[in-house]
């Protein structure tokens, strides 16, 4: 199991912006993907960006699409995330996850981090 350790958060200005980093315990085990996912109240959580080892980037939420950047440390298994011009429909719980060379889907989890936006 690869324990993925959450940073930033917590309660932000609508308009400013959000910047979260995570990073792996283990910096020698290979993370193919990393990525983050949200979930806000009373929602089902979901994908909001992920970068592979080569910087490719994948975009999710619609929501947040032009206004989130993704970017990650390959040698440090590290990964950051950056949403710019925060509404109050960014809050949610962030959570940073990744995958295994076995397998494209996401099975390192972090614990969350709560994102509270405020008006």
């Known amino acids: 199991q690869v324990q993925l350790a959450q940073f930033g958060g917590g309660l932000l200005q609508a308009g400013g912006s959000l910047r979260l980093s995570c990073a792996a315990a283990?910096?020698?085990?290979?993370?193919?993907?990393m990525g983050w996912f949200r979930q806000a109240p009373g929602k089902e959580r979901e994908f909001v960006a992920g970068?592979?080892?080569?910087?490719?980037?994948?975009y999710g939420a619609d929501s947040v699409r032009g206004r989130v950047t993704i970017s990650r440390d390959g040698a440090k298994n590290t990964v950051e995330l950056q949403i710019d011009s925060l509404r109050a429909d960014d809050t949610a719980v962030y959570y940073c996850?990744?995958?295994?060379?076995?397998?494209?889907?996401?099975?390192?989890w972090g614990r969350g981090t709560q994102v509270t936006v405020s008006s």
């Open positions: 970068i592979n080892l080569s910087g490719g980037e994948t």
């Open positions: 283990d910096r020698t085990v290979s993370l193919p993907v």
């Open positions: 996850a990744a995958t295994a060379r076995s397998t494209s889907e996401y099975v390192y």
